[in-house]
């Protein structure tokens, strides 16, 4: 009798363990042909991006696609809420036209930076001269009378708009060695012009300014056709352009030639005071072990040159994606599955350490953090982060995963802790085990990354649902996991370039007011 009954009670075990086996297949392909068939990508990339825009921090549209966030996860069934967590200098973006008025007329690609001052509402006509060249800082005080009145340019000539890769397609070897020789040489004269001023990068438009200038214009060139870095200005009461390689060069080469450019430059904006910064929270809340969390992680803000299509709309589409889908395949997941849309991640992962800081109850029931950042392309990377034992759980989340997507990605186990650079750092420095996955690049660092070609038009969306697949498996299979995640963390090795024992990373306070920055 005895027997009979351990025969039944090990057929009920591996009948259970089969049912399991299948619900999970089927919940994976479902979510599969629900990524692929019904996708939802494009429509919110179209709200988000060409609708909405730009979202630099403390700008009405980042504060438009915070509410914007929240009311399409109310469409989906899914709470959602804006927590704020500090405060930040309010800037709004009007319109930036830049002509060339004399020798000839001609309009300018240009844009003002991000917190630009504006010109008023009246345009600004001046002559545009080089930043003067002076033997040391005593003697660039001097110089600076000659900048009264004027606009300035402050950076380096490029002596070719072509990008590397063409030059080694077409040219002569001697032609292209010649070429790099002449960029380097023109590299160490401009640094010798900048560091006889005496003043960095922050310092030297300021002093600028205070010497009556009418304007600053730059070109931070991306190395690519068509690209610039745009980031934000240092000045107070004059506007801060960033010109187009092409044109930054035309209007160096007039001034140098003694041509005396002008240009006429419209560059409206507004300063907006004091404005509040939110994260984008929202959750399914679990059933079996609701105080246990899988959290989805991408910051929400972009700097605003262009739209921030891949840095980071498409990790936060990626994420809103596999929130509607595990919604609908998987309402009722094991463990809480919450999505956080961080603000301020490009002034120092400000959202998200602020989150670590104000949520440690949910950040010591984390089962995993998956985060996703670095482009459109389609994930081929993920590293355990340090975490010793992340193969036994990550690798068995990824078996489930369909091969189609699997087959992409290396794995890195147990690999070391990320230090900065995206949001899963936050948590990592906290013990939390947080994962980024990392994308292919397709010309990101160039191309997209903080420039002004970061559009819609840049998304490849066969890698993005490649990637909300892969977002979606992993969500469910970690609330699924019978067992919480190990914690425990490697013995770090020695840092080969001091030689002294790395050290996990500390947990850092975000910055909580941007007011003055």
Do not use: C
Not at 189 to 212: F, H, I, S, V, Y
Not at 422 to 436: I, L
Request: glycine content about 8%; overall charge negative; hydrophobic content about 35%.
């Amino acid at each position: 009798m005895l027997k009979i009954t351990k025969t039944l009670m090990l057929s009920a075990v591996f009948a259970t363990a089969g049912v399991f086996a299948q619900t999970q297949q089927e919940i994976v392909e479902k979510i599969t042909a629900e990524a692929n068939e019904n996708s939802q990508l494009k429509e919110l990339a179209h709200e988000l991006l060409d609708v909405v825009g730009p979202r630099l921090v403390g700008s009405p549209q980042m504060k438009q696609a915070h509410d914007w966030a929240v009311a399409k996860y109310g469409e989906w069934g899914i709470p959602a809420e804006n927590q704020q967590w500090g405060k930040w200098k309010g800037w709004k973006r009007g319109i930036t036209h830049v002509d060339l008025v004399a020798p000839r007329v001609v309009s300018l690609e240009a844009r003002q930076l991000a917190w630009s001052p504006s010109t008023g509402k009246k345009p600004v006509t001046a002559e545009v001269v080089v930043l003067p060249e002076a033997t040391d800082s005593l003697d660039f005080v001097e110089k600076l009378k000659q900048v009264k009145g004027k606009f300035v340019m402050i950076s380096m000539p490029q002596p070719t708009g072509r990008p590397d890769d063409n030059w080694e397609e077409w040219a002569t070897e001697a032609s292209f060695e010649k070429m790099k020789a002449e960029r380097d040489s023109l590299g160490k004269l401009w640094d010798t012009r900048t560091g006889n001023t005496g003043l960095d990068r922050r310092e030297l438009p300021k002093a600028l300014e205070k010497a009556g200038a009418a304007g600053i214009i730059s070109s931070y060139w991306s190395r690519g056709f068509g690209v610039n870095k745009v980031f934000s200005a240092y000045t107070e009461k004059i506007p801060t352009i960033d010109m187009a390689l092409e044109d930054y060069g035309l209007l160096y080469r007039l001034a140098a030639y003694g041509d005396k450019p002008q240009i006429r430059v419209v560059a409206e904006s507004e300063n907006l005071g004091e404005m509040p910064t939110f994260n984008t929270i929202a959750e399914i809340k679990g059933t079996e072990k609701p105080e246990e969390y899988v959290i989805l992680s991408a910051h929400f803000d972009s700097w605003d040159g262009a739209t921030g299509a891949t840095d980071n709309g498409t990790g936060t589409l990626v994420m809103m994606e596999a929130m509607r889908i595990l919604k609908k395949l998987y309402p009722n997941p094991k463990r809480t599955i919450l999505v956080g849309h961080w603000g301020s991640e490009e002034q120092g992962l400000n959202g998200s350490r602020s989150f670590v800081k104000d949520h440690p109850e949910i950040v010591e029931n984390v089962q995993a953090v998956f985060n996703q950042d670095n482009g459109t392309g389609r994930v081929v990377n993920i590293s355990g982060n340090g975490f010793l034992n992340a193969y036994d759980y990550l690798g068995s989340w990824l078996y489930a995963v369909p091969d189609e997507v699997s087959e992409h990605i290396e794995t890195n186990f147990p690999g070391t802790p990320g230090r900065g650079g995206s949001d899963y750092a936050s948590f990592v420095a906290a013990g939390a085990p947080a994962f980024n996955l990392s994308s292919l690049s397709w010309s990101y660092w160039n191309y997209t990354w903080h420039t002004n070609r970061d559009t819609y038009d840049k998304i490849v969306w066969d890698d993005l649902r490649n990637n909300v697949i892969l977002t979606a498996v992993l969500a469910y299979m970690a609330s699924e996991d019978p067992d919480r995640t190990s914690r425990e963390k490697i013995n770090l090795p020695m840092n080969r370039r001091t030689g002294e024992q790395m050290t996990w990373p500390e947990a850092r306070e975000g910055n909580r007011d941007g007011t003055d920055n």
